[in-house]
């Protein structure tokens, strides 16, 4: 489905990504690990075209790199910011009209915004205030459902568990499982190394810029010292 | 017991019709670490905001030493001696790093809006700031501007603009989110340090955190405490488990 | 009596016209929450550019021809000048249309010279539709009021209608985001600054016979429109279309009441000095509201910021 | 990075000023000792005078808007107040003869501007913004009505004239020459500046970024977002105000034009111009827009276009305004590497500036085609006269512009390239890269 | 010998250019044609006209004033805004008497607020225009004299010459006929007016049979537009409602009833010299007009004082030759520069757009057409002026 190769990227002069390798399958849940600021994050900006990518970027055996945003987006790759992007002055309902693409109907793809309100009762409860005033965690929901909504085929989660309670958290879990089961791939960049071993199919941990490792939870639970230099202190 | 350092009495806050925090009392003593914790929305950043002044309260007291904080500005409360960190990072973001700090030591310095003293003048102000960016270690980061940070980095700066005032009663809000175990632990013995013999007031969804630092654990259920005590007792608490903590506790250790 | 039936269908009328600027400052203003000191600007190139056409075409061709030139250099403007300023801010975005309004002012005045321009109202709408005692309403006006009238209603539509107020609105703020979602951002900020600008134009081009087309026309309407839609509340197009017509009236009012400020100092007790050359407050004793007009929406407004400062419609803050 | 922390430290030992920090000040007061010497027509004084007063002037607006953060579109207000105030005390001076000397007159200039600001800033400074802005322009729009209506203080359109020479004789001059008044609105200038300056490093200063950066954040810091707007609003209106007075020194009379909007709007184009990030973009920007205006409406009729265009440019490619650009070679030169840039800045900018000429050139042909009087079709442009209906003049036109940019954009790619190497520490300068 | 510089300190840019350029054009053109052409000053020193920007800003017609005088100028004509000719005596005066050794004289040729060869007048100034008060004389003795005005209307801008027009018109039509009745006396903001439609129906509402106007510019166009179309029928007096633009714009619906008073009559023309200087001034600046001839009298009249004063440099001399001096007015009749206040005396004109003349203006088919000639208007007209002569 997705196919990163060699991919690199720059803030300015910072050369952040130094040639990343992913690849993704239908219906795979593939958790991105790593230290803070190693660049998960930049890899799904630069997957997404919002920073500029230097490489291959294939999806669907389509190269999207140097494409823009809305038409990667058009495509079927779904992104969720890590921080969020509440859009302030739009209710909540409103936030996930927008994740609708355009000309998408409400419904029409596997998602509507129903099974959304049903999934986290929060944002029923919440749907038509302003969202920006949500508590952080229906704000990480709001988010979710909004990219979800669009239907795409390819989603990049990024931290979806921040600043969401235990409940909240297993709640996330299935939903991830649930997205899978319809056979839409999934790029999770986590923090919690237990959701990602206990969900993910294949795991990818970042340093400096580059992978490090690549494998299954088994692998990774076995590899002591990967997750000794590149996970924990 | 002395005079509480925070007491809170029938607290209550609604949004037009939707009342958020529905009565909440809670007595926080002298340089005790106390978490709040509650699943989403239950209204435990609502009672921060409440407590520092960000939103008027509907009804009830916030007593702070000892004296009502009720209609006092932000800046007021802060001047009384009360910080606090915010859960979506809310920071100087044009400023460099080291001016952020700098300008959360101003107040507490004493320097007030006095236009007569040089801030790069004072040495106190400089080496204070850079201790603070030693502890939180951004020392490297000193001269970039506060934006260009990795997130996580901005909530370290964050915590390091909240603790740098040096108040006496500190409020955290998820300082921990979005990082990863290493930086996560070093917070947490960073907080720990910087808020030796002072209150400590958190909202945290990681346990691991909550139980490592917290003396004493409130837990907030759609705007009432439903429990309040010792780590230990409120793990016990069935309530707490089926409100809260769920199955969850166990995937975290 | 008749005086005010009059006035009311004038205020109405200019009104109107403020209402016509300042529906598309809204659309940009709300869109790239920067004011857009050229906005008058387009009002007058549609008002010289329909002045022009109106001289082979005739004026309804003008009317036709001249807002969508007006409509395409904005989107002109938007394409290759403010979307490479938005990265830098707002306050570059406003000095760049600062400069923008100089530089139009300046090049109408390259072309066409600093002479008023002899732009009339066609010949059909050239008569009094009706009077009221003694004086005439022309059909134009008329005419006129019919028109904005039909741009609000499509305006209403499109903003309520569709989904493109709310890209907008979310643009403000996270445009990255917005694009993340799939909706092609710049295209509809590209087309949002074409159709407020092409709206300016309109106005241009019906206003020029009446207001006169002459390089000044841009800066006298200038601020004017801002302090309209500030009032009204930004983003709002009901604010807009009120507080246009409250500043039509108000104005109208003002210009042809006879009211004395020395009517008021005497009612504080004040008597008249004798020799004015003396007394400070000379200029009161021979003030009257029509001369002070022109200021009362400055002075509205900044009431209105101080005690409401999100306008009368608005949402959020100006 | 360590070595920045050295830095600031090395700040903070400093018991007084570094050499740094003073320098520049030195040079300056030397650099306007000596100015007149070189240029000592009274015409030249005069544009002196009038490049000062911007400096003052633009200077306080940027208290406003590059430090705090506030756009303001009534700024003119400040100054003009404070000027017409000081025009009546010089009448006043000289009605009853009060023994007060000239050069003190510009304090009370500030200090009624400062009176002005604390009322209107009182309310106005609440919020930050568009509301501001809006107040802003609403006050200016409101004073400058007011000068034609309250004619008894503002003189009406006539303006408030008055003579400087009836103060009291300060060591011996009473200001009659042009050059004295000079020396005088220099040394207020190099004052306030320094003042403004200094301003800007105290904690108030410092706040006031904070506020415009993010003003709840700084209200948890213990400081009331609005006060700091406030104290710095009333510092601007100080300074203007000062600007005023001297104003009122150097021209003797103050008109309802120095209250216009147009004044407000023309200021905030010259601090933008300037560069609002620095500090001393602001004196950038009077000084190159004076010399612009004085001297470009000398030589061309379509002065305006160009400067309309210029503004445009400079938001365009140089949002940091002329200081910004200063400012991006100090790595470079940090690095002792600008000669590097010299070559390639020559190949490009060269012949930029031949393209620019020739594209003037050709709005002036234009011009001079469609507005001069038929018959005399002979104009001068760049010192040589020739005739505007020929068609050579067109052919030379069109040739520089289309050549000059050709070959800009030719150098371009070459400039860009040396440019990130003269800026990444440890590149190598190739060979060829500089002339 | 070196050039007689006479300095131009109008508005070559901004709003107010047309009529700074204008103007220019007509100085020129006198200068070439009537004093250069004819052999020039003092047996063959040519005049110099030097156009300066002033941008219809005090400010920035002081610097002008300096930049003039450091060009070693002696002589500088002005005309737009009485505001700018106050700040310039103003700075002429002081000038004169710090700098005795480059003394310059001030020719008003178009700024009429009486104050200025009143309480304001000074030594260095002279008025060649007629004041705002002579031309209401003059207009006001034309609506006297007809029956079919009973009630006159009053508007104008609201600063000094607006009023000053006002203040003229209700003391003279007082003073001459008490049975005219003023339905109306008002002011409106200068330049901010947009739409002047309800100070057109209070117009017609008062039942006025005229209107008088000292408006100019934009405000002028506005205003006359919409007292015609809200139904007006009567005659409307104004002082500058031609050209730049104006006559055009007002086309037909003018004709017949914008009135102008000025001095110098263009049709008809008092000699076949005055048609051929007109012809040939419209041949070289086909989108100028010969908007205000007295520049014409400014020319010649500095041209007879300098070559009486048989000095160009020193102007106190030519000062004195000025004053006083007696001469043909080139558009018909004499001129005469009276010495205690400097304000020209001449025959002023009540002047009415129509088409169809033989000097149009705008390049449209309109122009203006004398209806009634003034002689010698208020040559008694008393002055506050004490002038301190040197
Ligand atoms: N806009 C930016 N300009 C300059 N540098 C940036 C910018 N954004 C991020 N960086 C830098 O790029 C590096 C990677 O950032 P990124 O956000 O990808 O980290 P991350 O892996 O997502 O970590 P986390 O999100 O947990 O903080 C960080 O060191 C950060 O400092
Ligand atoms: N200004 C407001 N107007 C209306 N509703 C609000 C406002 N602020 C918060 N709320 C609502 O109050 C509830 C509590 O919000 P709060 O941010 O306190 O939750 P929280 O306990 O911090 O949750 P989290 O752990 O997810 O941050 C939420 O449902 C939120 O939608
Ligand atoms: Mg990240
Ligand atoms: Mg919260």
Redesign the interface.
């Known amino acids: 489905m997705l196919e990163v190769n060699d991919l690199h990227a720059y803030y300015g002069k910072s050369h952040i990504l130094q040639g990343v390798n992913i690849e993704i399958k239908e219906g795979e849940i593939v958790a991105l690990l790593g230290r803070n600021g190693v660049g998960r994050s930049t890899t799904c900006k630069a997957v997404m075209g919002e920073v500029p990518p230097v490489g291959s970027v294939k999806f669907k055996g389509q190269e999207i790199a140097g494409k823009k945003a809305f038409e990667i987006a058009n495509l079927g790759i779904g992104y969720v910011p890590e921080n969020r992007d509440i859009f302030p002055g739009l209710t909540t309902r409103q936030n996930l009209i927008l994740g609708l693409k355009p000309g998408q109907k409400d419904g029409a793809g596997r998602w509507s915004m129903q099974d959304m309100f049903n999934m986290f009762e929060n944002l029923e409860r919440r749907a038509d205030v302003e969202a920006s005033v949500l508590s952080g965690g229906e704000q990480q929901m709001l988010t979710m459902c909004r990219t979800l909504i669009g239907d795409p085929d390819l989603v990049m989660i990024d931290e979806p568990t921040e600043g969401l309670s235990p409940q909240m958290v297993q709640r996330v879990a299935e939903l991830l499982q649930e997205i899978a089961r319809r056979g839409i791939a999934t790029l999770l960049v986590e923090q919690k190394l237990a959701i990602a071993l206990d969900i993910a199919h294949r795991i990818y941990v970042m340093g400096h810029g580059k992978v490090v490792f690549e494998g299954t939870p088994e692998e990774l639970k076995s590899r002591d010292d990967v997750r000794k230099e590149w996970l924990e202190v | 017991m002395t005079v509480p350092a925070l007491q809170l009495e029938g607290l209550r806050k609604s949004f037009g019709k939707t009342e958020i925090i529905r009565g909440v009392d809670l007595s926080i003593g002298r340089s005790e670490r106390h978490a709040i914790i509650g699943p989403n929305g239950a209204g435990k950043s609502t009672l921060f905001n409440l407590i520092t002044g960000r939103f008027p309260q509907t009804s009830g007291k916030v007593r702070l030493h000892g004296h009502d904080l009720a209609g006092m500005a932000p800046f007021e409360i802060n001047r009384r001696g009360l910080s606090r960190s915010f859960q979506i990072t809310n920071i100087f973001s044009n400023m460099t790093v080291f001016e952020n700090v700098r300008c959360s030591l101003l107040w507490s310095q004493g320097y007030k809006y006095s236009f007569w003293n040089m801030v790069s003048r004072s040495r106190e102000l400089t080496e204070g700031a850079m201790e603070i960016l030693e502890q939180i270690n951004l020392t490297s980061r000193a001269q970039l501007p506060a934006g260009v940070l990795s997130y996580a980095e901005q909530r370290a700066l964050e915590i390091g603009i909240t603790i740098a005032g040096g108040a006496d009663v500190i409020m955290l809000d998820e300082p921990t989110a979005g990082m990863s175990h290493s930086e996560t632990d070093y917070i947490v013995e960073l907080i720990r340090k910087v808020t030796e013999n002072k209150t400590l007031i958190m909202v945290e969804h990681d346990m691991g955190v909550v139980f490592g630092l917290a003396d004493y654990i409130s837990v907030l259920v759609y705007g009432e405490i439903i429990a309040t005590g010792r780590p230990e007792e409120v793990r016990a608490n069935p309530k707490v488990q089926e409100a809260y903590l769920g199955a969850a506790l166990e995937a975290e250790h | 009596m008749d005086l005010v039936v009059i006035n009311l269908i004038d205020g109405l009328f200019y009104g109107l016209l403020l209402f016509m600027l300042s529906s598309g400052l809204t659309l940009i203003f709300s869109m790239m929450g920067v004011l857009n000191f050229a906005h008058a600007s387009f009002y007058m190139l549609g008002a010289y550019f329909a002045y022009q056409i109106s001289m082979y075409l005739g004026f309804w061709m003008g009317l036709l021809i001249a807002p969508l030139i007006v409509g395409i250099a904005g989107a002109g403007v938007e394409r290759y000048g403010l979307r490479r300023v938005h990265q830098y801010g707002h306050v570059p975005e406003l000095i760049f249309t600062f400069g923008l309004a100089l530089l139009i002012e300046e090049l109408v005045k390259f072309f066409w010279g600093n002479n008023l321009m002899a732009y009339q109202e066609p010949e059909i709408l050239k008569f009094a539709l009706f009077s009221v005692g003694a004086n005439a309403v022309p059909a134009y006006k008329v005419f006129m009021i019919f028109t904005s009238i039909a741009i609000f209603v499509g305006l209403l539509y499109v903003l309520t209608r569709t989904r493109v107020g709310m890209i907008i609105q979310a643009a403000l703020s996270y445009p990255r985001t917005v694009e993340a979602l799939g909706h092609n951002v710049p295209l509809v900020f590209m087309g949002v600054f074409g159709v407020g600008t092409a709206l300016a134009g309109v106005a241009g081009v019906l206003a020029g016979p009446v207001l006169g087309t002459f390089p000044g026309m841009a800066f006298v309407l200038g601020s004017i429109v801002f302090v309209t839609i500030v009032i009204g509340g930004l983003g709002s197009l009901w604010g807009a279309l009120a507080a246009s017509l409250l500043l039509g009236w108000l104005t109208t009012f003002a210009a042809s009441s006879s009211f004395q400020f020395a009517d008021l100092l005497n009612f504080f007790g004040m008597t008249r000095p004798e020799d004015m050359s003396e007394s400070y407050l000379r200029d009161l004793w021979s003030l009257t509201l029509p001369q002070i007009g022109p200021i009362l929406p400055y002075i509205l407004m900044v009431l209105i910021l101080v005690f409401r400062p999100y306008g009368l419609f608005g949402k959020r803050d100006v | 990075?360590?070595d920045?922390?050295q830095k600031?430290?090395t700040?903070?030992?400093a018991p007084v000023f570094s050499m740094a920090q003073v320098a520049p000040w030195v040079i300056a007061v030397i650099f306007l000792m000596v100015l007149p010497i070189a240029f000592g027509?009274?015409?030249a004084i005069?544009?002196m005078n009038?490049m000062m007063i911007t400096i003052v002037f633009a200077l306080s607006y940027n208290m406003l808007?590059g430090q705090g953060g506030m756009?303001s579109?009534g700024h003119a207000v400040y100054m003009g107040v404070g000027g017409f105030f000081c025009m009546h005390l010089m009448n006043i001076v000289e009605a009853n003869e009060l023994p007060i000397p000239l050069p003190v007159l510009p304090i009370f200039g500030g200090l009624f501007g400062l009176g002005l600001a604390t009322i209107v800033g009182s309310?106005s400074t609440?919020?930050a913004?568009?509301?501001f802005?809006?107040?802003s322009?609403?006050?200016g729009?409101?004073i400058a009505?007011c000068s034609?209506?309250?004619?008894?203080?503002f003189g009406?359109?006539?303006?408030m004239?008055g003579?400087r020479?009836y103060f009291l004789p300060f060591f011996g001059t009473e200001f009659?020459?042009?050059i004295e008044v000079y020396y005088l609105i220099a040394f207020w200038t190099v004052l306030s500046a320094l003042l403004m300056y200094?301003?800007s490093?105290?904690?108030?200063?410092?706040?006031a970024?904070?506020v415009?950066?993010?003003p709840?954040?700084?209200?948890?810091?213990?400081?009331?977002a609005r006060?700091?707007r406030f104290?710095s609003f009333c510092?601007a209106g100080f300074f203007a105000g000062i600007a005023g007075g001297l104003?009122a020194i150097n021209?003797?009379?103050l008109?309802?034009?120095?209250l216009s909007?147009t004044q407000s709007?023309i200021i905030?184009?010259i601090t933008?111009l300037g560069g609002?990030g620095f500090f001393f973009g602001p004196i950038l920007g009077a000084i190159a827009f004076t010399l612009l205006q004085?001297v470009l409406?000398?030589q061309s009729?379509?002065?305006?276009?160009y400067?309309?265009?210029?503004?445009?440019a400079?938001?365009?490619f140089f949002?940091g305004g002329l200081a910004g650009v200063l400012m991006m070679h100090v790595p470079a030169a940090r690095m002792g590497r600008l000669g590097w840039l010299v070559g390639p800045y020559l190949r490009t900018i060269l012949p930029a500036l031949i393209g620019i000429a020739g594209l003037a050139a050709l709005?002036e042909l234009?011009?001079h085609v469609r507005?001069s009087?038929?018959?005399?079709t002979d104009m001068t442009l760049f010192w040589v006269t020739f005739d505007s209906h020929s068609i050579l003049p067109w052919i030379v036109a069109i040739v520089a512009t289309v050549g000059g940019i050709w070959l800009a954009r030719q150098g371009a790619p070459k400039l860009r390239e040396t440019w990130h190497r003269a800026?990444?520490p440890g590149a190598a300068k190739t060979t060829g890269g500089a002339a | 010998a070196e050039n007689v510089k006479i300095a131009f300190i109008d508005p070559l840019s901004g709003p107010f250019a047309t009529t700074g350029t204008n103007g220019l054009a007509e100085f020129q053109f006198a200068a070439e044609e009537l004093v250069n052409k004819k052999g020039g000053v003092l047996g063959g020193t040519n005049f110099e006209v030097i156009g300066l920007d002033n941008k219809m800003d005090g400010k920035e017609s002081l610097i002008n004033l300096q930049v003039a005088i450091d060009q070693g100028v002696h002589y500088i004509v002005q005309g737009n805004s009485s505001g700018i000719a106050h700040a310039l005596t103003e700075a002429v005066n002081k000038h004169n008497r710090r700098n005795p050794d480059s003394q310059v004289l001030f020719l008003n040729y178009s700024a009429v607020d009486p104050a200025l060869t009143n309480e304001k007048c000074n030594f260095w100034h002279f008025r060649f225009d007629a004041n705002a008060d002579i031309k209401m004389d003059a207009l006001t003795d034309v609506i006297v004299q007809n029956d079919a005005i009973n009630k006159v209307y009053l508007i104008g801008q609201d600063y000094s010459f607006g009023k000053a027009v006002a203040a003229a018109a209700e003391r003279d039509l007082g003073a001459k006929k008490n049975t005219v009745e003023i339905v109306g006396n008002e002011l409106h903001p200068i330049g901010k007016v947009k739409d002047f439609t309800p100070y057109a129906r209070k117009i017609v509402a008062s039942g006025a049979d005229a209107v008088i106007t000292g408006n100019w510019g934009s405000d002028m166009v506005g205003l006359g537009k919409a007292i015609i179309e809200a139904g007006f029928k009567g005659p409307i007096y104004t002082y500058y409602a031609a050209s730049n633009g104006i006559t055009r714009t007002f086309g037909e619906a003018g004709a017949g009833t914008i009135n102008l008073v000025g001095e110098g009559s263009i049709n008809p023309s008092s000699s076949p010299e005055v048609d051929e200087y007109i012809a040939a001034f419209e041949a070289k600046y086909p989108d100028h007009d010969i908007a205000q001839p007295r520049i014409v009298n400014v020319i010649r009249m500095l041209a007879m004082a300098i070559d009486e004063a048989g000095t160009a440099t020193d102007v106190a001399k030519v000062a004195s030759a000025l004053e006083g001096m007696e001469a043909d007015n080139f558009w018909g009749g004499k001129i005469k520069m009276r010495e205690q206040d400097h304000q020209a005396i001449q025959d002023v004109y009540v002047m009415q757009q129509t088409a169809g003349v033989k000097h149009t203006l705008d390049n449209s088919e309109f122009g203006l057409e004398t209806v009634v000639k003034v002689e010698n208007a208020s040559a008694d007209m008393p002055t506050t002026c004490e002038m301190e002569r040197p």
Not at chain 4, 148 to 153: Q, S, T, W
Not at chain 4, 216 to 224: D, I, Q, V
Request: without cysteine.
């Open positions: 990075m360590t920045t922390y600031t430290a700040v903070t030992k027509s009274n015409s005069t544009i009038q808007l756009l579109f309310f609440r919020k913004g568009t509301v802005a809006m107040i322009l609403g006050i729009e409101l009505a034609v209506i309250i004619v008894a203080f009406g359109e006539e303006g004239p003579d020479t009659l020459r042009q200094l301003f490093r105290t904690p108030v200063g410092r706040m970024n904070a415009r950066d993010n709840e954040r700084a209200e948890f810091l213990g400081y009331s006060w700091v104290f510092g104003f021209y003797e009379i008109t309802e034009t120095n909007t709007g905030l184009l933008f609002v004085s409406s000398l009729e379509i002065w305006q276009l400067l309309g265009a210029l503004f445009l400079t938001v365009m949002p709005m234009l011009f507005h009087a038929t018959g005399d800026n990444t």
